[in-house]
């Protein structure tokens, strides 16, 4: 029996997204917690690479545009921190482990339990089940949404930062290690948004040039009204259509959000903007999803 119903690609394809119980045990969530709480112990973050993440559009500029640091994490395992962890003088005023906002972008490649979840029969059925010939994998994130202090990630939609012709292309699976609540902060989605294109792109600026990169358009507003919650019991992944419309509130809970989140894209007559911030390099080329 497919891990994936033919409703739930009728939903995905109708609504955009949908959520699928059960793409992991509650053991192989708690290993991936355990395996990034020793990646965190061991991180060693020079401080002029203490960059804050956030996802308003001129803060956006400033910080994750602005630092070399982000931009060149497509190939390698880095780290980026919420808002007011650090003191004047970059030194952690929070615990180490509660500090960050998320670790990208390519553990997918270079950690292997991350890599065997990217690969595995289920999320491989997936894809097969969508009808995709050629899949890669674009990057892979875990995301912490701290307790108290996990920040607002502002209504969006992926292909903004993921573009390619024609759109459609990009999906990404959002995994739940543990359970993602309204009060914990979980996705919220505006149903069938998937279908009017994109509002605006995040684009690298020609080389030499600062900002490092540019946003072209504005994102709309959205009608609150018509976004619809989505949570997710752990173990659990939800498929985002490249542009639908989502976003998640600040976790204001005494519990955190840990995620591991990561990006495909059908490569079968697809071209992969050069404009996007993230570049296949030499040493990490999109792999692709299906393994002999």
Same mark, same amino acid.
């Given at each position: 029996?497919?891990?994936?119903?033919?409703?739930?690609?009728?939903?995905?394809?109708?609504?955009?997204?949908? #959520?699928?119980?059960?793409?992991? %045990? $509650?053991?192989?969530?708690?290993?991936?917690?355990?395996?990034?709480?020793?990646?965190?112990?061991?991180?060693?973050?020079?401080?002029?690479?203490?960059?804050?993440?956030?996802?308003?559009?001129?803060?956006?500029?400033?910080?994750? /545009?602005?630092?070399?640091?982000?931009?060149?994490?497509?190939?390698?395992?880095?780290?980026?921190?919420?808002?007011?962890?650090?003191?004047?003088?970059?030194?952690?005023? #929070?615990?180490?482990?509660?500090?960050?906002?998320?670790?990208?972008?390519?553990?997918?490649?270079?950690?292997?339990?991350?890599?065997?979840?990217?690969? $595995?029969?289920?999320?491989?059925?997936?894809?097969?089940?969508?009808?995709? #010939?050629?899949?890669?994998?674009?990057?892979?994130?875990?995301?912490?949404?701290?307790?108290?202090?996990?920040?607002?990630?502002?209504?969006?939609?992926?292909?903004?930062?993921?573009? %390619?012709?024609?759109?459609?292309?990009?999906?990404?699976?959002?995994?739940?290690?543990?359970?993602?609540?309204?009060?914990?902060?979980?996705?919220?989605?505006?149903?069938?948004?998937?279908?009017?294109?994109?509002?605006?792109?995040?684009?690298?600026?020609?080389? /030499?040039?600062?900002?490092?990169? *540019?946003?072209?358009?504005?994102?709309?507003?959205?009608?609150?009204?018509?976004?619809?919650?989505?949570?997710?019991?752990?173990?659990? #992944?939800?498929?985002?259509?490249?542009?639908?419309?989502?976003?998640?509130?600040?976790?204001? $809970?005494?519990?955190?959000?840990?995620?591991? %989140?990561?990006?495909?894209?059908?490569?079968? *007559? %697809?071209?992969?903007?050069?404009?996007?911030?993230?570049?296949?390099?030499?040493?990490?080329?999109?792999?692709?999803?299906?393994?002999?």
């Amino acid at each position: 029996m497919d891990f994936m119903t033919d409703r739930d690609v009728q939903k995905y394809m109708e609504d955009g997204y949908v #959520v699928l119980d059960g793409l992991l %045990t $509650s053991q192989e969530c708690d290993e991936l917690r355990q395996r990034m709480t020793e990646i965190v112990d061991r991180m060693d973050v020079p401080e002029h690479c203490r960059t804050t993440f956030s996802t308003y559009h001129d803060e956006q500029l400033k910080t994750q /545009g602005n630092a070399d640091y982000f931009i060149t994490s497509g190939d390698k395992i880095r780290f980026f921190f919420e808002k007011g962890v650090f003191d004047d003088k970059g030194e952690f005023i #929070v615990p180490k482990q509660r500090s960050l906002n998320k670790v990208g972008h390519a553990l997918h490649a270079y950690e292997a339990l991350y890599k065997k979840v990217a690969h $595995s029969p289920k999320v491989q059925g997936i894809a097969k089940k969508l009808g995709l #010939v050629n899949p890669v994998i674009l990057q892979s994130m875990y995301i912490f949404k701290q307790p108290g202090i996990g920040g607002e990630v502002t209504a969006h939609q992926d292909a903004t930062f993921l573009y %390619t012709e024609p759109l459609g292309r990009v999906m990404g699976l959002w995994i739940a290690l543990e359970d993602a609540t309204v009060n914990n902060g979980c996705l919220w989605f505006i149903p069938g948004s998937h279908n009017s294109g994109i509002s605006r792109r995040m684009v690298r600026t020609p080389k /030499g040039t600062f900002p490092l990169t *540019d946003f072209i358009g504005r994102e709309q507003a959205y009608d609150e009204e018509k976004f619809i919650a989505a949570p997710v019991k752990k173990g659990g #992944v939800v498929l985002i259509h490249g542009e639908v419309v989502h976003r998640s509130a600040e976790n204001i $809970s005494e519990d955190s959000r840990h995620v591991y %989140t990561f990006h495909i894209m059908e490569a079968q *007559d %697809t071209h992969w903007s050069p404009d996007n911030w993230l570049q296949p390099t030499e040493e990490l080329p999109f792999p692709p999803l299906y393994t002999k």
